[in-house]
């Protein structure tokens, strides 16, 4: 494809010194439509594009990279490795497989998932995703990255997502001793994998509640704050509202059919492990119903959330929202 430029009678007369120029073609580096295509299809459709979001490379750059660790962070970080963590290992590995049975296995399952991987979910999580905004305008870095041409998505998506895989890092230590224990206490495949799907789940989930209060906070500290008295409230108010109503009613309810105690990640987590209550096996509504609630439940609120914080950034910069 080529551009021609015609000057004409006008051009001559006008400056008789230059030479008169006719349909004189200049070739130029141009694309067709069917190349056009080409490039919107390799930049969209490709699978795994999003992983060159520059700000998820950004965050999982200053996030994974032991180099930008203090000293401190490194040592520690070598000792938990090396010693602590082959330790740990060692003992659980003697009680499974040492004049255990084969409940042992299936409580020290339900232990390593719901007491561990769940803390870990639901305390680190919001802890690394309620400061991705407010550091970026402590730095001053935030509205130039709402003028750059990242989406608002790729935006908020980059921080949730650099911020949670350390998060979901951290969780693959506890692989190896679930293995172990589920192998003998006889948890089946598809308890195993719906309780670490349920963990993701949850990182993703309370990771969103974090990074909503690092959008509405201006300090790194008081979102840190916000975010976990929010977390902490909703995870001890079900279990508390129904101990209360235990001890000041007449009707001694049972924790499976009090639905505020659905909300509440660790007895979710109890019902998803197919842990036995008493010897009794769990009914399907309760081992499949209540996870389900809680899905349903959860889902539509970080998506409520992620939607206000969305619209909000598609309006650049306060300072230049009219």
């Known amino acids: 494809m080529s551009l021609k430029f015609d000057l004409g009678e006008s051009e001559e007369s006008t400056n008789p010194q230059r030479a008169r120029v006719h349909s004189e073609s200049l070739p130029v580096e141009t694309l ?15 699978p795994f594009e999003w992983v060159k979001n520059p700000v998820l490379r950004k965050e999982l750059t200053s996030r994974m990279s032991i180099r930008r660790m203090s000293k401190a962070n490194r040592l520690a970080l070598t000792l938990f490795m090396a010693v602590v963590l082959p330790i740990v290992y060692l003992i659980i590995a003697r009680v499974l497989f040492i004049n255990s049975s084969v ?24 802890t690394l995703t309620s400061g991705v905004i407010t550091l970026e305008r402590e730095k001053q870095t935030w509205n130039a990255l709402l003028l750059s041409r990242l989406t608002s998505w790729e935006i908020v998506w980059g921080k949730l997502l650099g911020s949670v895989v350390p998060a979901l890092a951290m969780q693959l230590i506890f692989i190896p001793i679930l293995i172990m224990a589920a192998l003998k206490g006889g948890v089946s495949l598809g308890n195993f994998i719906g309780a670490e799907v349920f963990v993701v789940f949850c990182t993703f989930f309370y990771g969103i509640i974090g990074m909503f209060f690092s959008w509405i906070c201006r300090r790194t500290q008081l979102a840190a704050a916000s975010a976990m008295a929010t977390v902490m409230i909703s995870v001890v108010a079900s279990p508390v509202l129904a101990l209360w109503q235990n001890l000041t009613s007449s009707y001694q309810a ?69």
């Open 254 to 322: 049972k924790p499976e059919t009090f639905i505020p105690l659905w909300t509440n990640p660790f007895y979710v987590m109890l019902q998803i492990t197919g842990i036995e209550a008493n010897g009794t096996p769990l009914q399907p509504w309760q081992s499949v119903g209540i996870p389900l609630f809680f899905y349903i439940t959860s889902a539509f609120v970080g998506w409520l959330l992620s939607v206000v914080m969305l619209r909000r950034l598609s309006d650049g910069p306060p300072e230049m929202t009219p």
């Open 32 to 46: 067709e439509l069917d190349d056009i295509s080409t490039v919107v299809t390799d930049t969209y459709d490709r």
């Open 103 to 126: 409940r042992d296995g299936r409580d020290i399952f339900g232990v390593i998932a719901v007491g561990f991987q769940m803390a870990f979910a639901v305390l680190l999580a919001p």
